[in-house]
């Protein structure tokens, strides 16, 4: 708005406040199993101290990749906007969007206009045990925003024609913009 302040979708809101919710209680077991080993026999051998420094590692390595994950899932699901007032509201606690972009795109996440990857939905559906899917549009036909894409080379938000319905993709390619 033009005041500053901000509308947060309800659906997004609770989402967010799950969220934050998750992360507080992951952080409230951490810090539990870390006094736990803090306190536990200090004639314990040193072989058994490796094993429990070993566990702890993995366990804060898995952290990390839920942590990513759920955080890719924010951006994805929120869109820009609602990471961006995220990030801005708990500074130093999430990764940026450079960084986001990077690990989304590490993963596959690349999508190009006016492509269907149905398959890897149903892989992805087929190996999580997903009973339900959820598709979404991005907007590109209600806001009209034209970007030139550099690693396709194509130039991005016209209304792409279709193909027995379905768009054909990287339709504005182009080599120059003479």
Do not use: W
């Not at 967010?16 to 306190?39: G, N, P, V």
């Not at 101290?49 to 699901?77: C, G, H, P, R, V």
């Not at 500074?91 to 969007?97: K, Q, R």
Request: with cysteine; charged share 20%.
């Amino acid at each position: 708005m033009d005041d500053g302040t901000v509308i947060v979708k309800p659906g997004l809101r609770i989402d967010l406040d799950r969220f934050i919710e998750a992360l507080r209680t992951k952080s409230i077991h951490s810090q539990i199993s870390k006094s736990t080993t803090a306190s536990s026999d200090n004639d314990s051998s040193l072989s058994n101290t490796l094993a429990k420094f070993n566990m702890f590692e993995e366990n804060s390595n898995s952290f990390l990749k839920d942590f990513i994950n759920n955080i890719a899932t924010l951006y994805i699901m929120g869109g820009r906007n609602t990471y961006e007032f995220v990030r801005l509201n708990l500074s130093g606690a999430v990764p940026s969007i450079t960084s986001i972009d990077s690990f989304i795109s590490k993963a596959g996440g690349k999508i190009m206009e006016g492509e269907f990857r149905y398959d890897t939905l149903q892989h992805l559906q087929t190996s999580n045990n997903y009973q339900l899917a959820v598709c979404s549009e991005d907007c590109t036909g209600v806001i009209q925003k034209i970007v030139y894409d550099a690693p396709t080379n194509t130039l991005i938000g016209f209304s792409t024609p279709l193909d027995r319905g379905i768009p054909v993709p990287q339709y504005f390619q182009t080599d120059s913009y003479e």
